[in-house]
């Protein structure tokens, strides 16, 4: 009785999948961008009804699968990198969301909402200015629509000010198509050019990888991060971004909504089968991001003392070696009460609070993105036994490493359900 019951659900549920929209997903899983976009359709699939998807990991220039033009599919959501690739998705006559821009503009296929890549800019600019930079640079993609208008809306906040940035010219570097980066391929002239830059100077890089790029570049060029120099980034892609030291800003755009959105104009598509035509296009939503993720290469602003400007780098660069105060003021050849004193008037905290700060900071970084034991992580950040480390993380925290740790993996848990 129970097998002919199982097998009578098994039948239903093999029913009730048929009857799912069968959706195929063209959007990349390589960058954050994408992926966060896969999020927000997951998220209107669970609160809506399911989809039967195919989906497998790509990058934005991947072309597409051969099985595609014999596809019978119900609808379609793509981000792809040439014009060659929109045509033979059209050609499909399959229910179809864009989600990269088109030379063709306003098409029935394009989804109602875009990121506000002049907000970008303007959110960059404005953390920049917060943190204390007086000049600006910009490090983008020239000729490509999104990173040209994140430089027109940087520029257009710095203009309230009076100031413009000087920018990174390379017209030779136009194309996506490339795997490297903008400014990795021009790095002999990054160097050259960042030792030009006057300082304190606070520099917006166009997406994370050139962000990442100009960071080498300016420990190429012997300029301290963020002490002279201030990079932020967008994405917040945090293999990249959090990758060697100093992490990078980054500005995180919102591409959750953007995932939902269109879903939500696939299945209004799906559902207008055969009367396409007759859903209405509406201008774009602009959506504006979310927030700046703040991390080494812009926190606390620049330093106009040369001296403490090293003595910052060096805890910074060394803190979890072990590094003491009494280390500090002999490698910089500086007596403990002028540096102190120095610390306190520019960063309004001592040597040993920025030095245990830097510790802590790279403690939850591992104790969040690794499994390493407790006893590992603090060796790892330069204590000398874990009986030290767990009040010490506890005082300035306000949680233990354990304790701190399961809460981190529980909300991030929660987030991707």
């Not at 399959?94 to 030379?103: E, F, G």
């Not at 204390?132 to 809306?153: H, T």
């Not at 050139?210 to 201030?230: F, K, S, T």
């Not at 070696?321 to 306190?344: D, F």
């Amino acid at each position: 009785m129970n097998r002919l019951s199982n097998m009578k659900d098994l039948k239903q549920q093999d029913s009730i999948s048929r009857d799912l929209p069968r959706v195929a997903l063209f959007v990349e899983t390589s960058r954050a961008y994408g992926r966060r976009i896969f999020e927000g359709i997951h998220a209107h699939m669970r609160e809506t009804s399911p989809w039967l998807v195919t989906a497998s990991p790509r990058s934005l220039t991947d072309p597409l699968p051969a099985w595609l033009d014999e596809w019978d599919g119900d609808g379609i959501i793509a981000r792809v990198a040439d014009e060659a690739s929109v045509a033979r998705l059209r050609k499909t006559g399959i229910p179809l969301v864009l989600l990269k821009q088109s030379s063709i503009l306003h098409h029935k296929h394009e989804i109602p909402a875009k990121n506000d890549h002049r907000a970008i800019g303007r959110v960059a600019a404005e953390h920049l200015i917060g943190e204390g930079f007086v000049s600006f640079a910009f490090v983008g993609l020239n000729g490509l629509v999104w990173s040209d208008k994140r430089l027109e809306g940087f520029s257009a906040e710095l203009d309230q000010l009076g100031v413009g940035p000087i920018v990174f010219e390379h017209p030779d570097l136009c194309s996506e198509a490339s795997p490297e980066s903008a400014a990795g391929k021009n790095l002999e002239r990054l160097i050259r050019w960042i030792q030009s830059l006057p300082t304190p100077c606070g520099i917006f890089a166009a997406d994370d990888f050139i962000g990442r790029d100009v960071l080498n570049a300016c420990r190429l060029a012997g300029r301290y991060v963020p002490e002279e120099i201030g990079v932020v980034g967008v994405d917040d892609e945090s293999s990249v971004a959090e990758l060697g030291y100093p992490g990078l800003s980054s500005v995180v755009p919102d591409n959750v909504r953007v995932g939902r959105m269109a879903a939500a104009r696939l299945a209004d598509l799906m559902s207008a089968r055969g009367a396409v035509a007759d859903v209405d296009w509406e201008e774009p939503l602009m959506i504006p991001p979310l927030e700046v993720m703040v991390r080494e290469s812009s926190a606390d602003g620049p330093v106009q003392d040369a001296m403490l400007a090293k003595a910052i780098r060096l805890i910074r660069e060394r803190a979890c070696e072990g590094l003491t105060v009494a280390e500090v003021t002999e490698r910089l050849g500086v007596s403990a009460s002028t540096l102190q004193r120095k610390m306190r008037r520019e960063r309004g905290r001592s040597v040993h609070s920025l030095i245990q700060e830097t510790r802590l900071r790279q403690a939850k970084l591992l104790l969040e993105k690794t499994d390493l034991p407790i006893k590992q992580v603090a060796a790892a950040v330069g204590f000398e036994s874990q009986e030290h480390f767990i009040p010490t993380f506890k005082k300035h925290i306000g949680k233990t490493p354990h304790s701190w740790r399961t809460e981190r993996r529980m909300g991030r848990s929660m987030e991707s359900d």
